[in-house]
């Protein structure tokens, strides 16, 4: 290619190892393109069109806004969470394929490359606008829908599961918004976010850094309540002993939805159940033993009484029994104590799932307000900022929730075809973080991966096949064997 090769490395402990830099088109992320074409199959690059709004002035527009928003959805799922990494990943050929709308083997051969790093920030500031927010939500809604007619049909479910959470996003220097939160111990955000038991993340609200884990949950929770009862003809909620309030539980009993949900102890409820929370007379078994009580229990701001179950637990090695206290609405004879208890019990997978994005992802929500100072070596006049960086964070957290679910559908169809369950981690380590070489001919553009891992990009491709066929859309032929 008429470019010279430059050494940069020889290890001491072995003289015969070289480690040279050369001008090919090399790649670590060649699992971009699965990701690419499972966008395309399932749908979700028709719903950010449909969904999102682009206001930027065509005449100064170098990035198409899907190839924007397909960047800042690949580049997390590729393990990539600084807006930074933009600066280092610009040449990748595979990158580039992937979020790229032009077709033809002179992709890689035009100008430019991906977006720079402050492109993205101005990205964030378009979808950081109440209408785009509000779309991001509604894709986030919409992609879920999509992936539940895939597995079911058009059939609604028989009955769904909603599970609440809030958790603390630490956070670094001055963001608008944030503030020290005793509970947790740090600077940050505390946003409440609700997944359902299909696998995906469905909705999510950044909030100041102190406030209480209950608050605006009511208002949060009711439209994908309303959307969830479209989906399935029951629906619960389960949340945890920080959500039970007398505003957000008359809400969700007004709305006709199911919930079970733990409730902190006190002393009154702790008088209450005092009678019966006791062992039986003899040596205890070897195994541990559960006990469960029904109780009708009002607390001071609720207007009438509630079902509350109350939970008595053996641990091994304790001499006293643990035990702890969950509310209803659901009436004994629909669903029973035993019932009552492995629901709630369940929800130890979303807080598994939780755990899995946190650990995938980890998402930086760093947008400052930060007003132009200079222009062209002139100094401007001090102003404030134009920008909402708090609605910014906001729509980065959405977009980082977006990616998360296409991370988890991808690893969802080599769940399927394997029978093995991974996490978004593990999949993203085994199938994305996929070597490739791009060699360019005259027509085609070819990717040479590691034939190690062949058997696996077979799999996930006969899948996407599938996907799109189920779609009635155009998809690549599987690898052959």
């Not at 939805?257 to 209450?272: G, P, T």
């Not at 909402?388 to 296409?406: G, I, K, M, Y």
Request: glycine residues 8%.
């Amino acid at each position: 290619m008429g470019e010279s090769q430059v050494s940069i490395f020889q290890p001491d402990f072995n003289r015969s190892v070289r480690v040279e830099a050369r001008p090919e088109r090399l790649t670590a992320d060649a699992g971009a393109l699965l990701l690419r074409q499972l966008m395309d199959s399932s749908g979700l690059s028709a719903l950010l069109v449909e969904h999102l709004v682009d206001a930027r002035n065509p005449l100064f527009v170098e990035h198409g806004f899907l190839e924007l928003l397909r960047t800042m959805l690949l580049l997390p799922a590729q393990g990539w969470r600084d807006q930074l990494d933009v600066t280092l990943l610009r040449e990748d050929p595979v990158l580039r394929l992937a979020v790229s709308e032009r077709r033809g083997a002179g992709v890689l051969a035009e100008r430019p490359g991906l977006c720079s790093q402050p492109t993205l920030s101005r990205l964030l500031h378009t979808l950081a606008v109440p209408c785009n927010r509000e779309g991001l939500g509604t894709v986030l809604l919409e992609y879920a829908a999509r992936r539940k007619r895939l597995r079911h049909g058009g059939k609604p479910l028989e009955e769904a599961t909603l599970d609440v959470d809030s958790m603390a996003q630490e956070v670094h220097g001055y963001q608008p918004g944030s503030d020290y939160n005793g509970h947790f111990g740090m600077q940050c955000y505390h946003p409440v976010l609700v997944s359902w038991d299909q696998g995906d993340f469905l909705a999510a609200r950044l909030r100041p850094g102190n406030v209480h884990t209950a608050d605006g949950g009511l208002d949060f929770v009711l439209p994908v309540l309303r959307w969830a009862k479209t989906q399935a003809r029951t629906v619960w909620i389960r949340m945890d002993a920080g959500f039970p309030g007398a505003e957000l539980l008359g809400g969700l009993e007004a709305a006709g939805c199911r919930y079970v949900a733990r409730i902190r102890a006190n002393r009154k409820l702790e008088q209450l159940a005092a009678p019966l929370l006791k062992r039986p007379v003899g040596r205890p078994p070897a195994a541990p033993r559960t006990w469960l009580h029904e109780l009708s229990y009002r607390a001071a701001s609720w207007a009438a009484p509630r079902r509350v179950v109350a939970v008595m637990v053996e641990r091994p090695g304790e001499l006293f029994p643990d035990h702890f206290f969950l509310v209803t609405n659901a009436p004994v004879e629909e669903t029973c104590a035993e019932e009552l208890l492995v629901r709630y019990r369940y929800r130890g997978l979303a807080e598994k799932d939780f755990g899995d994005w946190k650990t995938a992802f980890d998402p930086h929500l760093s947008s400052s307000p930060r007003p132009k100072r200079h222009y062209r070596g002139r100094r401007l006049p001090q102003r404030e900022s134009l920008t909402d960086s708090f609605a910014a964070n906001e729509a980065l957290l959405l977009l980082n929730l977006l990616s998360a679910n296409l991370l988890g559908h991808a690893a969802t169809l080599i769940h399927g075809s394997s029978q093995t369950r991974w996490s978004r981690s593990r999949f993203r380590q085994l199938v994305l973080k996929t070597a490739g070489r791009v060699v360019l001919g005259k027509r085609y553009i070819t990717v040479v991966i590691d034939a190690a891992r062949a058997h696996l990009w077979q799999l996930m491709t006969r899948e996407l096949t599938r996907l799109a066929q189920a779609r009635g859309s155009p998809c690549a032929d599987p690898l052959p064997a």
